[in-house]
Protein backbone atom coordinates (compact mmCIF):
# COMPACT_ATOMS: atom_id res chain seq x y z
CA UNK A 1 0.00 0.00 0.00
CA UNK A 2 1.26 3.14 -1.20
CA UNK A 3 1.57 6.22 1.80
CA UNK A 4 2.35 9.59 1.30
CA UNK A 5 4.66 12.38 2.72
CA UNK A 6 5.91 15.84 2.55
CA UNK A 7 10.11 16.05 1.75
CA UNK A 8 10.98 16.91 5.12
CA UNK A 9 14.93 16.85 4.13
CA UNK A 10 17.42 16.26 1.49
CA UNK A 11 21.20 16.63 1.14
CA UNK A 12 21.59 16.52 -2.54
CA UNK A 13 25.46 16.32 -2.12
CA UNK A 14 24.64 12.93 -0.26
CA UNK A 15 22.22 11.67 -1.58
CA UNK A 16 19.75 11.59 1.43
CA UNK A 17 16.95 12.69 2.59
CA UNK A 18 13.95 12.01 4.91
CA UNK A 19 9.98 11.88 4.43
CA UNK A 20 7.17 12.73 6.59
CA UNK A 21 4.30 10.66 6.53
CA UNK A 22 1.05 12.61 6.52
CA UNK A 23 -0.52 10.44 8.98
CA UNK A 24 2.31 11.12 11.54
CA UNK A 25 5.07 9.59 13.39
CA UNK A 26 8.94 10.00 12.55
CA UNK A 27 10.39 10.93 9.45
CA UNK A 28 11.25 8.27 7.40
CA UNK A 29 14.90 8.19 6.28
CA UNK A 30 15.51 7.57 2.05
CA UNK A 31 18.54 7.45 -0.72
CA UNK A 32 18.49 8.75 -4.02
CA UNK A 33 18.27 5.20 -5.40
CA UNK A 34 14.74 4.83 -3.91
CA UNK A 35 13.70 7.18 -6.11
CA UNK A 36 11.92 6.33 -8.84
CA UNK A 37 12.63 9.51 -10.84
CA UNK A 38 16.53 10.03 -9.83
CA UNK A 39 16.94 13.00 -12.35
CA UNK A 40 14.83 15.01 -10.35
CA UNK A 41 15.92 15.80 -7.19
CA UNK A 42 13.20 16.37 -4.80
CA UNK A 43 12.41 19.73 -2.65
CA UNK A 44 11.23 20.31 0.95
CA UNK A 45 7.47 20.19 1.32
CA UNK A 46 6.63 18.59 -2.28
CA UNK A 47 4.32 15.54 -2.13
CA UNK A 48 5.65 12.37 -2.42
CA UNK A 49 4.12 8.45 -3.04
CA UNK A 50 6.42 5.71 -1.17
CA UNK A 51 6.42 2.69 0.51
CA UNK A 52 7.50 1.08 3.86
CA UNK A 53 10.72 -1.13 4.46
CA UNK A 54 11.01 -2.53 7.80
CA UNK A 55 14.65 -3.50 8.28
CA UNK A 56 17.15 -5.29 11.32
CA UNK A 57 16.66 -3.27 14.56
CA UNK A 58 13.00 -2.14 14.32
CA UNK A 59 14.39 1.11 11.94
CA UNK A 60 11.82 1.86 8.54
CA UNK A 61 12.58 3.21 5.15
CA UNK A 62 11.12 4.83 3.08
CA UNK A 63 11.22 3.22 -0.23
CA UNK A 64 9.62 3.98 -4.47
CA UNK A 65 9.50 7.57 -3.91
CA UNK A 66 7.56 9.36 -6.59
CA UNK A 67 5.82 12.28 -6.79
CA UNK A 68 2.37 12.28 -6.98
CA UNK A 69 0.69 12.11 -9.92
CA UNK A 70 -3.18 12.46 -11.58
CA UNK A 71 -2.93 8.18 -11.11
CA UNK A 72 -2.17 8.76 -7.24
CA UNK A 73 -4.83 11.15 -6.63
CA UNK A 74 -6.89 8.57 -7.96
CA UNK A 75 -6.15 6.02 -5.79
CA UNK A 76 -6.46 7.94 -2.89
CA UNK A 77 -9.48 9.17 -3.59
CA UNK A 78 -11.03 5.16 -4.46
CA UNK A 79 -8.93 3.90 -1.02
CA UNK A 80 -11.29 6.81 1.06
CA UNK A 81 -14.32 6.09 -0.39
CA UNK A 82 -13.62 2.50 1.07
CA UNK A 83 -13.19 3.45 4.36
Not at 15 to 29: K, N, S, V, Y
Not at 32 to 55: I, M, N, T
Request: hydrophobic share 25%; no cysteine; glycine share 12%.
Amino acid sequence: MTDFGKIKSYDSNKGLGTIAPERGGDALPFRKSDLQQQAQEPKQDQRYGYDVKDAEGGKRYAINLHQQGEADIQQEQARAQQG
